[in-house]
Structure formats: C-alpha cells, structure tokens
Nanobody, 125 residues
Framework: VQLQASGGGLVQPGGSLRLACVGSGDTFGNYGIGWFRQAPGKEREFVATIRWSTGATLYADSVKGRFTISRERAKNTVHLQMNSLKADDMAVYYC???????????????????WGQGTLVTVSS
C-alpha cells in the first residue's frame, strides 16, 4: 500500500487542523493505520491509531481529548482532527500502516510496515 499524508500547515495556538492519510494500491480492510510525529531533535512519537475493521482507537496521553482519529471508508482515508493545538504539537506528522492489527501493540513505529511522506504542522502566533 502507498500512503499519502496531507493537511498540514500553519495554525495559531488554540487552532485546529485536519490531516488526511489516503491509501492506494490496497484497501485498508484489516489494517491498522496510525499517526506519528517527529519534532526537530526529537524521536518519532506515537500520536493515534485506528483499527480499520472495527474503528477501535488508541491515543497518546498527550493528545487525548484534543485529537480524534477516524476513517472514511469510501475514500480509503484516515483523518486526524487536531483541536486546541499547542506549540508542543508542532512537528512533521506521518501516517503509517500495518496490514494486520497487532493486539497489545500499534503504538511503536516498528509495529508498522508502510509509511507516508509526512506533512508539516506549524503552531505559531
């Protein structure tokens, strides 16, 4: 599967952005689709993931209550709605995919097999 991430941009603190991850070459079917982010000088960190078949989700504590991951079946797309953005949220955001959901996993970068190219989110006034 190929992944295309989009939707990043410049937003003021407290603002919102909606990222999209479009899959091509395969339908997501039984996939787990995740979002990770990497800020300059920091390691890539888990943000959220969704089990395509059931809609089950997991979130990092740092984004719970502010970010929502969802799926759009007709477009083979996963969205990440980001609200109440903070300076700490500024990073390159990557979507990733794993063909089979890993029970007890899906929060580590190594759990995923396919990666998109990343989209930059800048939070600044």
């Amino acid at each position: 599967v190929q992944l295309q991430a989009s939707g990043g941009g410049l937003v003021q603190p407290g603002g919102s952005l909606r990222l999209a991850c479009v899959g091509s070459g395969d339908t997501f079917g039984n996939y787990g689709i995740g979002w990770f982010r990497q800020a300059p000088g920091k390691e890539r960190e888990f943000v959220a993931t969704i089990r395509w078949s059931t809609g089950a989700t997991l979130y990092a504590d740092s984004v719970k209550g502010r970010f929502t991951i969802s799926r759009e079946r007709a477009k083979n797309t996963v969205h990440l709605q980001m609200n109440s953005l903070k300076a700490d949220d500024m990073a390159v955001y990557y979507c990733a995919a794993r063909p089979r959901w890993l029970v007890g996993g899906m929060t580590r970068a190594n759990d995923y097999d396919y990666w998109g190219q990343g989209t930059l989110v800048t939070v600044s006034s």
